[in-house]
T-cell receptor
Framework: ETGVTQSPTHLIKTRGQQVTLRCSSQ?????VSWYQQALGQGPQFIFQ???????GRGNFPPRFSGLQFPNYSSELNVNALELDDSALYLC????????????????FGPGTRLLVL | AQKVTQAQTEISVVEKEDVTLDCVYE???????LFWYKQPPSGELVFLIR??????QNEISGRYSWNFQKSTSSFNFTITASQVVDSAVYFC???????????????FGKGTKLSVIP
């Protein structure tokens, strides 16, 4: 096990609602990344948080937002849910050093399965 | 833009057979990292290996081995003497520096579903 935890494990929402997913990073890690994995696809990068700031974003609309807390845990918020938001949401933690990051290993949590009806 | 291609969508092998999972990548960077992850039915991505673009030595870890060939932009993964517990979806991923952004997203392939039949 990686030590990365996510909650809840499963969630059912209806279109238009808002959802918050939570992630606790592995002890000692300071960076959290979020990914969306649709059925039968590879994970797609949503965004990354480092020192409580968004530090890179993939091709996702602004209704996907996040937070990182001083203890490095993180939240992913999705507003105005759409049917296509149904997916497995994966959180990954890593340790970024002082140098320019270029590929530190990301360790993933078990994910949250979101179903939007 | 970076891209990772795993051309094999699904592979079935009989237990104890060897199997190779292919991965081809595209990037314009000279410094990048390649990864393999395993995703069992439970959903959690399990890290298997990380390789930087300057290290082309092949690596072996037990029944697992990896062949990195920069000339063909490939990073293939071989399981020797496969076992039922190897059944999972395997993802190849590429990480490169995002200049100015200071972040390092992973770009994943679509995955290869491996089924090992007893």
């Amino acid at each position: 096990e990686t030590g990365v935890t996510q909650s809840p494990t499963h969630l059912i929402k209806t279109r238009g609602q808002q959802v918050t997913l939570r992630c606790s990073s592995q002890s000692g890690h300071n960076t959290v990344s979020w990914y969306q994995q649709a059925l039968g696809q590879g994970p797609q990068f949503i965004f990354q948080y480092y020192r409580e700031e968004e530090n890179g974003r993939g091709n996702f609309p602004p209704r996907f937002s996040g937070l990182q807390f001083p203890n490095y845990s993180s939240e992913l918020n999705v507003n105005a849910l759409e049917l296509d938001d149904s997916a497995l949401y994966l959180c990954a933690s890593s340790l970024r050093g002082l140098a320019v990051p270029v590929g530190e290993t990301q360790y993933f949590g078990p994910g949250t399965r979101l179903l939007v009806l | 833009a970076q891209k990772v291609t795993q051309a094999q969508t699904e592979i079935s092998v009989v237990e104890k057979e060897d199997v190779t999972l292919d991965c081809v990548y595209e990037t314009r960077d000279t410094t990048y990292y390649l990864f393999w992850y395993k995703q069992p039915p439970s959903g959690e991505l399990v890290f298997l290996i990380r390789r930087n673009s300057f290290d082309e030595q092949n690596e072996i870890s037990g029944r697992y081995s990896w062949n990195f060939q920069k000339s063909t932009s490939s990073f293939n993964f071989t399981i020797t003497a496969s076992q039922v517990v190897d059944s999972a979806v395997y993802f190849c991923a590429l990480s490169e520096t995002r200049s100015g952004a200071g972040s390092y997203q992973l770009t994943f392939g679509k995955g290869t579903k491996l089924s090992v039949i007893p």
